[in-house]
């Protein structure tokens, strides 16, 4: 009776850590992960104007401007397939054109020869946030 007592004691203890490790290392990987689906295919996408409207599933995704504003539920990976194993997590971009003499402003003009490209990538899992992450990407 004692050495079941104490089986149940260590697996319910293991069990506890298991757990543990996915909310507090899992989460993150996962959630950097989805994010850099996105920034792979940022870097691989057209830079020519399009109809301005973000995408609503990866297939929508052609071009860069495509990502900009759009939100992915499931999220997408660089190929632009559903990730549907990821359900309850979101991928919402941003693309906005950077000023670089002056970061924290917007470029009126993206194509000039002083500016960058600041996609921003927020992952959610249901409707908490879980990151943030921001690359650099030349117009």
Do not use: C
Request: no cysteine; glycine share 8%.
């Amino acid at each position: 009776m004692i050495l079941g007592t104490m089986l149940v004691a260590a697996s319910t203890a293991l069990t506890g850590a298991v757990e543990a490790k996915a909310i507090l290392v899992d989460e993150p990987v996962t959630a950097l992960g989805l994010a850099r689906e996105i920034h792979s295919l940022a870097e691989v996408l057209p830079r020519t104007p399009g109809d301005g409207l973000p995408a609503t599933t990866g297939s929508d995704v052609l071009l860069l401007e495509d990502l900009d504003g759009a939100t992915f539920s499931p999220p997408i990976d660089a190929e632009t397939d559903s990730l549907p194993a990821a359900t309850g997590w979101s991928q919402q971009v941003l693309i906005e054109s950077v000023n670089l003499t002056a970061p924290q402003t917007i470029a009126a003009d993206p194509s000039a020869a002083d500016t960058l490209l600041r996609l921003t990538v927020t992952v959610r899992q249901g409707a908490r946030v879980v990151g943030t992450y921001v690359w650099w990407l030349n117009p």
